[in-house]
T-cell receptor, first 114, second 112 residues
């Protein structure tokens, strides 16, 4: 069965510092992988998506993620954090096996310190 | 022009009442979903419809009943509301299996 693990329910970084949010997945087939962001009191918004093309995926707002098959990881990074990045971040995986379902991680709350 | 819309945005009601949440998408997608997000932000899939046909029906009490009158709409009716139903309910849509899901703004349900 597929699963997604996000390490750290809360991550705190200083403004201007590197952001690193970790996501590990398990899947028996090459997956599609997603990062979504949820700002307070809003719905989820796609940040970026991996679909077996380039392993380094660039998303919106300066975020990017690298697919590493050997490590079954899809960590999200941003070189320099901004106060507006404070939000909840979700990693999700799909095996495109016909069940139309995304398996979601538990989420990581990103806190930006001034 | 809102892609996925939900009404109402907030819903405060008494235990035992029946309520409905409506969802509409104008993206031309074939698949629509209902999620429940609890106070710890955990996302749980409840239902998924593809071309008006039920695809996913997770372990959800029978008090929850989805209805899809057409591909652009997926409504959620909840009977006999309980305190534990308090959560944020999100509607989403996608073009198909494994495709990006687009989320509505959520309906914040509070059962008193």
């Amino acid at each position: 069965a597929q699963s997604v693990t996000q390490l750290g329910s809360h991550v705190s970084v200083s403004e201007g510092a590197l952001v690193l949010l970790r996501c590990n997945y398990s899947s028996s087939v090459p997956p599609y992988l997603f990062w979504y962001v949820q700002y307070p009191n809003q719905g989820l918004q796609l940040l970026l998506k991996y679909t077996s093309a380039a392993t380094l995926v660039k998303g919106i707002n300066g975020f990017e993620a690298e697919f590493k098959k050997s490590e079954t990881s899809f960590h999200l990074t941003k070189p320099s954090a901004h106060m507006s990045d404070a939000a909840e971040y979700f990693c999700a995986v799909s095996d495109r096996g016909g069940n139309y379902q995304l398996i979601w991680g538990a989420g990581t709350k990103l806190i930006i310190k001034p | 022009d809102t892609a996925v819309s939900q009404t109402p945005k907030y819903l405060v009601t008494q235990m035992g009442n029946d309520k409905s949440i409506k969802c509409e998408q104008n993206l031309g997608h074939d698949t629509m979903y209902w999620y429940k997000q609890d106070s710890k932000k955990f996302l749980k899939i409840m239902f998924s419809y593809n071309n008006k046909e039920l695809i996913i029906n997770e372990t959800v009490p029978n008090r929850f009943s989805p209805k899809s009158p057409d591909k652009a709409h997926l409504n959620l009716h909840i009977n006999s509301l309980e305190l534990g139903d308090s959560a944020v309910y999100f509607c989403a849509s996608s073009q198909g299996d494994g495709e990006t899901q687009y989320f509505g703004p959520g309906t914040r349900l509070l059962v008193l």
